[in-house]
Nanobody
Framework: QVQLVESGGGLVQAGGSLRLSCVAS????????MAWFRQVPGLEREFVAS????????YYADSVKGRFTISRDNAKNTVSLQMNSLKPDDTAVYYC???????????????????WGQGTQVTVSS
């Protein structure tokens, strides 16, 4: 099990950029695939992006493809989400999530992830 702490959220105008970071603690980090999810109040949490243990495989939701980039620095136990060309529809609480996986598998379903951060608010004004 790992502990996850997000940072980097805030208020930005449409068209702007933000970079979210998630720092993990725990010896299991090296075996973890990581992901970002987001949730608007009253709606279900939705997948944003995920990245494999080694960082070589990434997946994105269609709504963020081409605008968001997920990356990880295993030496620093950090996974990041670079968000560009932000839209008001991107407003949500963003959560970092992790799961211990085999090398060849990168999960994308919320139910697969075992460890979650507390979330960080992103607000995009029009």
């Amino acid at each position: 099990q790992v502990q996850l702490v997000e940072s980097g959220g805030g208020l930005v105008q449409a068209g702007g950029s933000l970079r979210l970071s998630c720092v993990a603690s725990g010896r299991a980090w090296s075996r973890y695939s990581m992901a970002w999810f987001r949730q608007v109040p009253g709606l279900e949490r939705e997948f944003v992006a995920s990245i494999s243990r080694g960082g070589g495989t990434t997946y994105y939701a269609d709504s963020v493809k081409g605008r968001f980039t997920i990356s990880r620095d295993n030496a620093k136990n950090t996974v990041s989400l670079q968000m560009n060309s932000l839209k008001p529809d991107d407003t949500a609480v963003y959560y970092c999530a992790g799961k211990s996986t085999i090398l060849s598998y990168t999960p994308r379903q919320e139910s697969e992830f075992t460890d979650w951060g507390q979330g960080t608010q992103v607000t995009v004004s029009s």
